[in-house]
């Protein structure tokens, strides 16, 4: 069975750091596009960052960019998320998201194939 599951949220204070993890498990990630992706209380899910199969593409959206990394680790089969100067507004659950597109990086959710169940990161002092 297709899984990807998320981890590494939790509470920060602003300014603070977490790293987020997307594992997957049932098949490899070498060939898929992978992006992360938010949704905050009341507001639409939202792209943050992607990251190619080879991880030599990546995209962050305009509100995370010099803050926020998105890696990968093919060997573990896994994507982080560093996310440095986290803000209130970074406040949301966070989605890690799967499509077989080798070579690109994918940005829009309804491009995405399969999906994460989402931790939650909440930035507050």
């Known amino acids: 069975q297709l899984q990807l599951v998320e981890s590494g949220g939790g509470l920060v204070q602003p300014g603070g750091s977490l790293r987020l993890s997307c594992a997957a498990s049932?098949?490899?990630?070498?060939?898929?596009?992978i992006g992360w992706f938010r949704q905050a209380p009341g507001k639409e899910r939202e792209g943050v960052s992607c990251?190619?199969?080879?991880?030599?593409?990546?995209n962050y959206a305009d509100s995370v960019k010099g803050r926020f990394t998105i890696s990968r680790d093919n060997a573990k089969n896994t994507v982080y998320l560093q996310m440095n100067s986290l803000k209130s507004e970074d406040t949301a659950v966070y989605y890690c998201?799967?499509?077989?597109?080798?070579?690109?990086?994918?940005?829009?959710?309804?491009?995405?194939?399969?999906w994460g169940k989402g931790t939650l990161v909440t930035v507050s002092s």
């Open positions: 998201a799967a499509v077989f597109k080798p070579g690109i990086c994918v940005s829009d959710p309804q491009n995405m194939k399969y």
């Open positions: 990251i190619s199969s080879s991880g030599g593409s990546t």
């Open positions: 049932g098949f490899t990630l070498d060939s898929y596009a």
